[in-house]
Antibody, heavy 121, light 109 residues
Framework: QVQLVESGGGVVQPGRSLRLSCAAS????????MHWIRQVPGEGLAWVAV????????YYEDSVKGRFTISRDNFKDTLSLQMNSLRPEDTGVYFC??????????????WGQGTAVIVSS | EIVLTQSPATLSLSPGERVTLSCRAS??????LAWYQQKRGQAPRLLIY???NRATGIPARFSGSGSGTDFTLTISSLETEDFAIYYC???????????FGPGTKLDIK
């Protein structure tokens, strides 16, 4: 079935790095833009980054620009988020999400289960 | 930057009741608005896209309406499994980011 499975979260000290991964299955991964969205515990959802279907275009939320890098491997159907110089405010659950098909508007129709990142000394 | 506000923040209702949730955009988003349901410990689930279209597998008791800056999500008769947090969301093709509302929490009375 259509599925996204994240991994790579954990507890890390401020200033250190972490790499998240998202494994896709059940759909043609290379046809869709992919996003990372985070959620601070008890709070709402915040968009983090996007990569185009072919990997040629990336775009980031201002607070992570220069620190986070989104990438994808369309042969391995995998999305990644390299997070460097982590800050306590980066703490949260990180979801990968698939863009919906054009006929379904500008939404996210498949989400992973999330992976928790805790930045603390 | 478009800001989405949702009201009310929390709502306490009983199963079987009808509920309408509101989402307002700081400027027109035409019909480019989606609604999601999130239960504790789970990922969000797409309910409505393009303001009024139900996503695949979403029960008919869920409906969306609105355009421009004012949108509503209506649940015609609440089921026990509908008690959750509901978020509205707007995304643009360029810049390709997304904005989410702060959410409305639906509690069982």
């Amino acid at each position: 079935q259509v599925q996204l499975v994240e991994s790579g979260g954990g507890v890390v000290q401020p200033g250190r790095s972490l790499r998240l991964s998202c494994a896709a299955s059940g759909f043609t991964f290379s046809n869709y833009g992919m996003h990372w969205i985070r959620q601070v515990p008890g709070e709402g959802l915040a968009w983090v980054a996007v990569i185009s279907y072919n990997g040629n275009t990336e775009y980031y939320e201002d607070s992570v620009k220069g620190r986070f890098t989104i990438s994808r491997d369309n042969f391995k159907d995998t999305l990644s988020l390299q997070m460097n110089s982590l800050r306590p405010e980066d703490t949260g659950v990180y979801f990968c999400a698939k863009e919906s098909a054009a006929k379904i508007g500008l939404a996210y129709d498949v989400w992973g289960q999330g992976t928790a990142v805790i930045v603390s000394s | 930057e478009i800001v989405l506000t949702q009201s009310p923040a929390t709502l306490s209702l009983s199963p079987g009741e009808r509920v309408t949730l509101s989402c307002r955009a700081s400027q027109s988003v035409n019909s480019q608005l989606a609604w999601y349901q999130q239960k504790r410990g789970q990922a969000p689930r797409l309910l409505i896209y393009d303001a009024s279209n139900r996503a695949t597998g979403i029960p008919a008791r869920f409906s969306g309406s609105g355009s421009g800056t004012d949108f509503t999500l209506t649940i015609s008769s609440l089921e026990t499994e509908d008690f959750a947090i509901y978020y509205c969301q707007h995304r643009t093709k360029w810049p390709p980011g997304a904005t989410f509302g702060p959410g409305t929490k639906l509690d069982i009375k």
